[in-house]
């Protein structure tokens, strides 16, 4: 009778341990090129030339979004405009804030490689972070593509034939 009730309370406190963590992980299922390209309404190259947050209020209460404004240098599908702008949910104005766990962020001087969709949501980005990539250029002067985490995906050149030979490949269908 102990033992059971002593396993009941050990039980109830191992429960109560494990909510009480907070869970702080945004997660999004894997997608691929084929995926990003596929969902994408744009994909450029571009250099982020302003990142400015802002307040909307809802019915319920005031939130905060940034508005980050890329100044394309490649436009891969979707867009000939020299300049795309984009909202995400989250940020910091003199008076609020408001974070997204997992939410890109950016700052000016970013050089990116972006899939995106025009559709309103909390983040137009493919993939929540995955269709969003740093550009870099390495000693040799060639551009890099990599994860926003650092990882090395591609060379630009090759990320560009990629998407390239995968819309073609779309488009016969």
Do not use: H, W
Not at 6 to 24: D, Q
């Amino acid at each position: 009778m102990k033992r059971s009730l002593f396993r009941s309370v050990v039980l109830a406190c191992s429960i109560a341990a494990v909510a009480a963590v907070p869970v702080r992980a945004t997660t999004f299922e894997p997608v691929t090129l084929n995926d990003m390209v596929a969902q994408a309404d744009v994909i450029f190259v571009g250099d982020v030339v302003d990142v400015r947050p802002f307040t909307v209020q809802t019915r319920e209460r005031t939130i905060v979004k940034t508005r980050v404004t890329f100044s394309v240098s490649d436009p891969l599908y979707g867009t000939s405009s020299l300049v795309e702008v984009f909202d995400f949910l989250g940020g910091e104005t003199a008076d609020l804030g408001m974070k997204v766990e997992g939410m890109p962020t950016f700052a000016v001087g970013d050089r990116r490689v972006v899939f995106a969709r025009r559709d309103r949501s909390i983040n137009p980005i493919v993939g929540f972070t995955q269709g969003l990539m740093k550009v870099s250029r390495d000693a040799g002067g060639i551009d890099r593509v990599l994860t926003l985490e650092g990882a090395p995906i591609a060379r630009l050149s090759d990320l560009r034939s990629g998407v390239t030979q995968r819309l073609v490949e779309a488009r016969k269908k």
